[in-house]
């Protein structure tokens, strides 16, 4: 325990899912944690919940499709601690499971405001303090589909490839600095993004999830969360540049299973 004491952490889509788990992890481990969301219920309700069991955080709404609100988010983190130490650019939404040439242009620019530009403005927001404290720790999420081809994913795993790949390019422009930027790349995890996939494509989707990884399940949110923690601690000092895959083995060894669909 103890291994983010006294750091700042924010984490953007924090109100469900691999988001939730990072907050609640970073939050035992000792960080002051800002959770954002879009979910504001949700997300006050969670870091509440924090506080009301020692921890420190707090909850600022922030849609990472929005500019403004990235700049609000980040000086509201470094107006009460003082300081950013960790930013996890989390948030994300699933737009797919149709060939590409029926993805509409509105579908396309929205996912890549979500999923993308938020992931620049939120490193490029964070980096002035990095850079002054001369120090910091940059997660980007990606995903197992940055890897591998899917059907049906196309826009998603293009964003997803370009996390990575921007996250490469700063850790070289930014190691200097002492700044570390890392990815880390889900297999399928078992959150609400998932649940509604589910129920959304339906057939045999579950199963289909199970057998593509080698470990015979999917992930659960605290499995990611661990590897959050890890990059964002002192352990990882030495670690930047990569991406860290928690996939059960998906993308050792895929095993596409279409008939199951
Ligand atoms: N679940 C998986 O199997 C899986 C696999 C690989 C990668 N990922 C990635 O992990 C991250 C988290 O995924 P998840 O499965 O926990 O998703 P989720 O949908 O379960 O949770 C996402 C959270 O982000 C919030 N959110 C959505 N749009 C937002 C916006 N515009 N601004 C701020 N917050 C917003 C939601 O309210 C929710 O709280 C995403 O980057 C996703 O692409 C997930």
Not at 76 to 84: E, F, I, Q
Request: with cysteine; charged share 20%.
């Amino acid at each position: 325990m103890d291994r983010l004491k006294g750091k700042s952490a924010i984490i953007t889509g924090a109100a469900e899912g691999i988001g939730h788990a990072i907050a609640a992890a970073m939050a035992r481990e000792g960080a002051h944690v800002f959770l954002s969301d879009i979910a504001d219920e949700s997300g006050e309700h969670f870091a509440a919940k924090l506080r009301a069991a020692g921890h420190a955080a707090d909850y600022v709404h922030c849609d990472v499709s929005k500019e403004a609100d990235i700049v609000n988010l980040i000086a509201t983190a470094v107006g009460k601690t003082g300081h950013l130490d960790v930013m996890v650019n989390n948030a994300a939404i699933a737009i797919g499971g149709m060939p590409v040439h029926e993805m509409t242009d509105e579908q396309w620019h929205r996912l890549i405001a979500v999923n993308l530009t938020s992931v620049f403005r939120g490193c490029k927001y964070a980096l002035p303090h990095m850079i002054a404290q001369k120090s910091g720790s940059i997660i980007n999420m990606a995903s197992a589909q940055g890897h591998i081809g899917l059907d049906g994913w196309t826009a998603y795993a293009g964003a997803k490839g370009a996390v990575m790949a921007m996250t490469r390019q700063m850790a070289v422009e930014f190691g200097p600095l002492n700044i570390r930027f890392n990815s880390i790349s889900p297999g399928t995890i078992n959150t609400p993004m998932n649940d509604k996939l589910i129920k959304e494509i339906g057939g045999n989707l579950a199963k289909a999830w199970v057998k593509m990884h080698p470990l015979g399940r999917i992930g659960e949110p605290s499995e990611v969360a661990e590897a959050a923690v890890y990059l964002a601690s002192d352990a990882a000092g030495f670690t930047t540049g990569t991406d860290l895959r928690v996939d059960g083995g998906l993308t050792a060894a895929p095993r596409y299973v279409p008939d199951l669909l």
